[in-house]
């Protein structure tokens, strides 16, 4: 064969051969889904708030401006406060000058007044109010910035990888930003609190500032969510020109909550209205069904060398399984336990798990936690208990 008639023949076996091919496609396009809408929004997420389990994305981890959705954190770490006996809700707040002096949404707070804790908080979840949520910060910790590197510990914690605070109010700044995704975990974490609820979804109040108490601030939720989507139960608006209108958004009907979050949506109307949208499609394509309640009894288990012979265990927290609607709902648990534990057990230390399934597949687990503590038995601790079992028989 000639080279010209080698050449030739060598292209057509090429060409054959390029159109046969299947073509190849890296594992991370083959694993994108179609969403079944868009979302006039530049990123959105829809969560179950009880097992975090993503329904809806788009562009869920770019990183944009918050807004004033920055003080989910601020409203979970006071929340933590509280429960851990660092702050109360009666605590005396005086008003500093660095509190009083920031501009954007605000409650018109003097330096010098005194607030009181629950006062802050319930103008931050419904006025959105600046000045509170820096004066809030700074009785937390202290000093604003230690709040400030509290908030980003916070964020670490949660696992919020691409989050970065530098204010507690969600004014502008280049180096503030977020992504829908972490939204979505700091809001879950929020709604874990129960007493929060009666602020975020409240529709209007009022509190009195000013030294002398004599200027009544009349607040109305920013959220329209709260008044006009059935449910409606949170958490928290933002908007500045650089960020665009954001919400994170919470709603409960039967045993199911939703989370959806917007960022950069053109409007509030819209910003409200794709928020709808996206819990609406929650509720009409899943179902969640409650099977652990936080501090339920889950079994009694024998105890080996421990001043007590027997120990309780309970359920971590809360659980419910989400499914879809219409599927079997018959569940499954497996307790995941040893047949014995040796003393010392230390108060809610991690003793085991229980399983949940439903047709065989696992669809949510939770640690078991000792219920009490456990002290190892002495010499004469045990010396008792056989004594005792000879007098019984």
């Given at each position: 064969?000639?080279?010209?008639?080698?050449?030739?023949?060598?292209?057509?076996?090429?060409?054959?051969?390029?159109?046969?091919?299947?073509?190849?496609?890296?594992?991370?396009?083959?694993?994108?889904k179609e969403e079944p809408?868009?979302?006039?929004?530049?990123?959105?997420?829809?969560?179950?708030?009880?097992?975090?389990?993503?329904?809806?994305?788009?562009?869920?981890?770019?990183?944009?401006?918050?807004?004033?959705?920055?003080?989910?954190?601020?409203?979970?770490?006071?929340?933590?406060?509280?429960?851990?006996?660092?702050?109360?809700?009666?605590?005396?707040?005086?008003?500093?000058?660095?509190?009083?002096?920031?501009?954007?949404?605000?409650?018109?707070?003097?330096?010098?007044?005194?607030?009181?804790?629950?006062?802050?908080?319930?103008?931050?979840?419904?006025?959105?109010?600046?000045?509170?949520?820096?004066?809030?910060?700074?009785?937390?910790?202290?000093?604003?910035?230690?709040?400030?590197?509290?908030?980003?510990?916070?964020?670490?914690?949660?696992?919020?990888?691409?989050?970065?605070?530098?204010?507690?109010?969600?004014?502008?700044?280049?180096?503030?930003?977020?992504?829908?995704?972490?939204?979505?975990?700091?809001?879950?974490?929020?709604?874990?609190?129960?007493?929060?609820?009666?602020?975020?979804?409240?529709?209007?109040?009022?509190?009195?500032?000013?030294?002398?108490?004599?200027?009544?601030?009349?607040?109305?939720?920013?959220?329209?969510?709260?008044?006009?989507?059935?449910?409606?139960?949170?958490?928290?608006?933002?908007?500045?020109?650089?960020?665009?209108?954001?919400?994170?958004?919470?709603?409960?009907?039967?045993?199911?909550?939703?989370?959806?979050?917007?960022?950069?949506?053109?409007?509030?109307?819209?910003?409200?209205?794709?928020?709808?949208?996206?819990?609406?499609?929650?509720?009409?394509n899943y179902d969640s069904?409650?099977?652990?309640?936080?501090?339920?009894?889950?079994?009694?288990?024998?105890?080996?060398?421990?001043?007590?012979?027997?120990?309780?265990?309970?359920?971590?927290?809360?659980?419910?399984?989400?499914?879809?609607?219409?599927?079997?709902?018959?569940?499954?648990?497996?307790?995941?336990?040893?047949?014995?534990?040796?003393?010392?057990?230390?108060?809610?230390?991690k003793v085991g798990e229980?399983?949940?399934?439903?047709?065989?597949?696992?669809?949510?687990?939770?640690?078991?936690?000792?219920?009490?503590?456990?002290?190892?038995?002495?010499?004469?601790?045990?010396?008792?208990?056989?004594?005792?079992?000879?007098?019984?028989?």
């Amino acid at each position: 064969m000639t080279k010209k008639r080698m050449s030739i023949f060598m292209l057509i076996l090429i060409l054959s051969f390029s159109f046969c091919i299947t073509p190849v496609f890296s594992a991370e396009t083959m694993l994108v889904k179609e969403e079944p809408f868009d979302v006039e929004g530049e990123s959105a997420i829809l969560i179950d708030a009880s097992s975090g389990k993503i329904l809806y994305e788009k562009n869920i981890h770019e990183k944009l401006f918050p807004a004033s959705v920055t003080k989910i954190m601020v409203l979970l770490l006071a929340m933590e406060a509280i429960e851990n006996d660092r702050i109360s809700l009666d605590d005396d707040v005086l008003i500093s000058e660095n509190a009083s002096g920031m501009g954007g949404s605000q409650m018109y707070l003097e330096a010098g007044e005194i607030q009181k804790v629950e006062h802050l908080i319930r103008a931050i979840a419904l006025r959105s109010g600046n000045d509170c949520s820096v004066a809030l910060a700074e009785h937390i910790a202290g000093s604003y910035e230690s709040f400030i590197d509290m908030m980003n510990e916070k964020a670490t914690e949660l696992g919020m990888n691409n989050t970065h605070f530098v204010n507690s109010t969600g004014l502008h700044d280049e180096n503030h930003y977020t992504t829908a995704y972490d939204i979505s975990l700091m809001s879950k974490e929020l709604l874990k609190h129960t007493e929060i609820h009666k602020w975020l979804s409240m529709w209007m109040s009022t509190v009195k500032v000013g030294k002398e108490k004599d200027v009544t601030q009349e607040m109305v939720n920013t959220n329209r969510l709260i008044h006009d989507y059935p449910g409606a139960n949170g958490i928290k608006t933002g908007y500045t020109s650089n960020a665009g209108y954001c919400l994170s958004a919470s709603a409960t009907k039967g045993n199911l909550t939703l989370i959806s979050v917007i960022l950069k949506s053109p409007s509030s109307a819209i910003r409200n209205k794709e928020s709808m949208k996206l819990l609406n499609y929650g509720f009409a394509n899943y179902d969640s069904i409650p099977v652990a309640k936080k501090g339920e009894l889950i079994k009694t288990i024998p105890i080996s060398k421990g001043k007590s012979e027997k120990m309780d265990v309970i359920a971590e927290g809360d659980l419910s399984l989400l499914v879809d609607k219409g599927q079997n709902k018959e569940v499954e648990k497996e307790i995941l336990l040893p047949d014995k534990i040796e003393a010392p057990v230390e108060k809610n230390s991690k003793v085991g798990e229980i399983v949940y399934k439903i047709d065989g597949e696992e669809k949510g687990r939770l640690s078991l936690l000792a219920k009490e503590e456990v002290k190892k038995a002495s010499l004469l601790d045990m010396m008792g208990k056989v004594f005792s079992r000879l007098i019984g028989k």
